[in-house]
């Protein structure tokens, strides 16, 4: 046992990104931390999810842009081919390691103290550190943030063995493209991680049980990335289920009739959903409770049923978004520090890295029906809008949700091209409590893809003015 440091202020377990901008913004409020990571700083996000799966997609746009740009005069003499090798190894330090290594100065400056080993509770206010480098060490602490986050469903159905069946941490680390690639379970990551390999040029099928690819996401967008699948060769197969595992190179395949068939698969990734991951934190200890889903409560501060230990991100939510841990991380060293920080999680935008991007923010038209509004929906589409037609990318539209009787923006969901960028537009608006006239209002640069937007909110205004002079 090593020697016990006392009186940390507040030790926070995982830096991914909710822990180290828990830890970053609790040292900016004049605090002594202790942030306690037994892998790589920057967590999944960094390591195994957002980031590297955004590397991937990044070079297959660019492979497929390639190959197609034949309309617009681009001639490939032979065929474009992709050094996965090489692409891997521009991934992981080009880009990760950058990242990690800007995380781990952004601690250094803040004179975050940072513990590299697993953590768990001994009692409610200390915690023992089994360290990487060998031995333990102890620490008490004031206040404790648990920011261990989430890993991947490993389902008794379809067990992942690590090699030819991967869950996303794997897929993103093949070392070459996978020539018949299926995909087990029709989420973001399953879809986003198909659609890149598609473009880098394997057979792709994924198999979603429900009816739709992307449950819960408003079916208008998925009829355009459907069309668009199609026109990659992304074979989807809904109401359908894998079992059994990759069995000589096949794959089980059963549709909601029973008819089974037999898919050939070099890799299968099984992307069913994720977990929140607190094994051998020993929350017991410390008293914290979980629920039934193994998700830790908290209130609108992020403190658990033990008040002076907080949790935040995957570990504590259903919603598994790197920027709503972030945002959670700094509501709980608010929170610690004295500050009336609350979370308001109207806002959070999501984004889908497919082929189109989706991005989506604040209420649908059904949901603000629900919630006692009127809403008035415009689209507009971007096959009218110059700067989507200079990309050649005019599939997907602008839909703004809007309450005829406040004139309130209410939400947003868009399908097309760099719709990732564009949300945040609307974002804000809504965070500012915009009316749709103040996005109509408000210049948009020309030609831009923004000018969906703008065009959307214009003809938003302009059919409730038409409307009120009936
Ligand atoms: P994590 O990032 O999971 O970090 C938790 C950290 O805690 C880990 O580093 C772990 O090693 C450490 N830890 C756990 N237990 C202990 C312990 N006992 N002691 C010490 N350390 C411990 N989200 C988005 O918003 N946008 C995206 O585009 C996106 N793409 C994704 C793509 C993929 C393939 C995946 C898998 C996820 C993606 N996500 C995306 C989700 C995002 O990665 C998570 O929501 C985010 O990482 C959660 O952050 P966190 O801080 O809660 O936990």
Redesign the pocket.
Known sequence: MGSIKTGTDVVV???????YVAAQRAAQLGLDVTL????ELG???LN???IP??ALISVGDLVHKVNNGSDRGIVVKGSVEVDFAKTQEWKQSKVIKRLTTGVASLMKAAQVEVVKG???FTDAHSLEVELNDGGTAAYSFKHAII????RAINPPFFPIDGENVVD?RGA?AFTAVPARFLVVGGGY?GVELGIAYAKLGSKVTIVEATGQLLPGTDPDLINVLMRRLRRLGVTVLLNAKASGGLQNGKVRVEDAEGKVQEIEADKVLVSVGRRP?HE??QLEKAGVRVDEKGFIPVDEQMRTNVSHIYA????CSPV????K?SAQGRVAAEAIAGLKSAADWQTVPA?I?TDPEIAYVGLTEAQAREKGYDPVVSRYNFAAVGRALTMGESDGFVKLVGDRKSGLLLGAQMIGPEVSELIGEVTLALEMGALMEDVALTPHYHPTLSEGILEAALSWVHDIEKAGRK
């Open positions: 377990i995982g830096a991914g990104p909710g822990g306690v990571e037994s892998e967590g999944t996000c195994h999810g957002c799966s955004k697993r953590a768990r920011a261990t986050g989430s996303a993103l990551i991951y051998g934190l935040i991100g995957d570990v598994m978004l790197a920027h841990a984004v890295f």
